[in-house]
């Protein structure tokens, strides 16, 4: 089964750094999404992607962050300056616009990329 | 705005029994609704998905049912094994591109 790559899987920064996490969609999909998870907590939308802009967002998603699809196959989040509480673990998900298997609302999240902030 | 209760926060249960999860959302009814399961440290994986209109939807030992006057959906695994211990979430569209997810549910099936 195709897979959401996500690199990489840890991230030690110091506050007010900058990070990028990286993520490689499925190929042949169109929409992006940022979650996070902070530990013990639920999985939090952040934003999705489609037709390389931003088709929503959240609260969380100020403008510490953006989004970024830079060639055909990345799909970057960064955050500019960090802070304590962006330490959380980040999952890349996307999801195909062709029906996959009777369905196309599936969504396939990467592994994630553990950001601790310091 | 839209919000998903999942029953418990842990549900342990004895090998080969049926596990049943429940899943309530406020608001109004998404046009479809999916459950995923999540092992520590890894992302969700999707697992099944029902729409409004469909009352059951059903892939090997798993049950998916759906409520729209009730707002509920519950899911099932029956035959429950040691390896169904997971965390599962409900998730559910909010028009548009956004999935939220419900805070899930702790499965332990003791063997």
């Known amino acids: 089964e195709p897979e959401v790559t996500q690199t990489p899987s840890h991230q030690v920064t110091q506050m007010g750094q900058e990070v990028i996490l990286r993520c490689v969609p499925i190929s042949n999909h169109l929409y992006f999404y940022w979650y996070r998870q902070i530990l013990g907590q639920k999985v939090e939308f952040l934003v999705s992607?489609?037709?390389?802009?931003?088709?929503?967002k959240s609260e969380i998603f100020d403008d510490q962050f953006s989004v970024e699809r830079p060639d055909g196959s990345n799909f970057t989040l960064k955050i500019r300056s960090t802070k304590l509480e962006d330490s959380a673990m980040y999952f890349c998900a996307s999801r195909g616009l062709e029906r996959f298997r009777g369905t196309n609302e599936k969504l396939f999240f990467g592994s994630g990329t553990q950001l601790s902030v310091l | 705005s839209q919000k998903i209760e999942q029953n418990s926060e842990a549900l342990n249960i004895q090998e080969g029994k049926t596990a049943t999860l429940t899943c309530n959302y406020t608001n109004y009814s998404p046009a479809y609704l999916q459950w995923y399961r999540q092992d520590p440290g890894r992302g969700p994986v999707f697992l099944l998905l029902?729409?409004?209109?469909?009352k059951e939807k059903r892939k090997e030992r798993l049950k998916v049912t759906f409520d729209t006057t009730l707002k509920q959906s519950l899911f099932h695994i029956t035959a429950s094994q040691p390896a169904d211990s997971a965390t599962y979430l409900c998730?559910?569209?909010?028009?548009?591109?956004?999935?939220?997810f419900g805070a899930g549910t702790r499965l332990f099936v003791k063997a």
């Open positions: 998730a559910l569209n909010t028009g548009g591109f956004k999935t939220i």
């Open positions: 029902i729409r409004e209109n469909e």
């Open positions: 992607f489609y037709n390389n802009e931003i088709s929503e």
